[in-house]
């Protein structure tokens, strides 16, 4: 039946949902649905696949074209992704229920691994009382020079009318905790995402699951910039971030506010822990690192090394992903 592109844009598990691109870029028409051979192929919504039909409304993978990225999570034994090919990470958090520091911290870190622009969303502002909390607990990110953007997704449409030009042509992923917003957000920007996640629903595994599937929609007409319509990924709550595929060298890259630190200690290989004449640490003594954020890498460093062993027991030969273009393997 010859095969064609198509964006992956549903899937929970190894369930997804396609549609086809036309020749000029454009996606639409009806939704596919792919079956996945084996772990050579496993998707992430947002990629871009090369199908062959199988019958009217199925088809199965023929290849994933490369990827510009790919955000995933990971624990030293399995992996879940995200999404693919995003050009910006919206992280979602809410003045109640609070949110997690450490969660917010590793997304912060997923980000800057992927070297994919981060906006952090405070929403629920409309909660007053709570609002100096959130804020004090973002004060070490906006130093950091992340963007934070103040929003109500529920009582203050304007605050999401501001954030317009932010999505503009740009495929953004909604990443955070159950209960932040992040599907009411994407209902007050995409009008029609309630009967698009039904639609979803009916195809992906019979209904049952799409509140735990990543999906992708279309933005409104405001979302075209001069190449292309901006899209919004929407991902299921997490409550664990793992970062167990980053090796350690990786990770004192991605903290941003490290840098200039890097190479000052006393010991080449320093660990930022207990060394004598470290910078990092004395850079934290002098308030201009947060202790949160050394204490962060710490964990991020001692889950990798936790991986690590129970990698090399499990099965020797297998090779840690060093970079995050490879697609995860469950492990
Ligand atoms: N007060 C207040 N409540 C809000 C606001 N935005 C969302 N909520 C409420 O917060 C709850 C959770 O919102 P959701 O959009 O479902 O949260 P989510 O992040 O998509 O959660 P998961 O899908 O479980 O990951 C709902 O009861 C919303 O009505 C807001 O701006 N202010
Ligand atoms: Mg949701
Ligand atoms: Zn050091």
Known sequence: MGSFRALLSASYGRHYLAQRIEADGSHGGPFIQVSVPGKQHLGAVGDRLILEATSADQARILEIEPRKNLLYRSD?????????????????????????????????????????????????????????????????????????HEVSAKFNPQSLDILHPLLRGKVSVLVGQSGMGKSTLLNAWVPNAAAVTQEYSQKLDSGKHTTTACRYFDLPEWGRDIHCLGAIIDSPGFQE???????????????????SYLGKC???????????????????????????????????VSDSKTADIQIQGISPSRERWSTSLKPPYKR
């Not at 167990?244 to 840098?259: G, I």
């Not at 002098?286 to 949160?292: K, L």
């Not at 954020?293 to 710490?298: C, E, H, I, S």
């Open 241 to 259: 971030f793992g970062l167990a595929h980053v090796s350690e060298s990786q990770l004192q890259h991605a903290f941003r506010e490290f840098k």
């Open 76 to 148: 030293a034994f399995k992996s879940k992704s995200i999404a693919a090919n995003v050009d910006q990470i919206l992280i979602v958090l809410a003045t109640a229920p609070a949110f997690s520091p450490d969660l917010l911290g590793r997304a912060v870190i997923a980000a800057e691994l992927n070297q994919i622009d981060l906006h952090i969303i405070l929403n629920k502002c409309d909660l007053q009382e709570k609002l100096t909390v959130a804020r004090d607990q973002l004060a070490p990110y906006k130093s950091m020079g992340y963007a934070v």
């Open 266 to 300: 006393r010991f080449h290989n320093c660990k930022h822990d207990n060394e004598p004449d470290c910078a990092v640490q004395a850079a934290v003594l002098s308030g201009a690192i947060a202790s949160e954020r050394l204490t962060l890498f710490k964990q991020l």
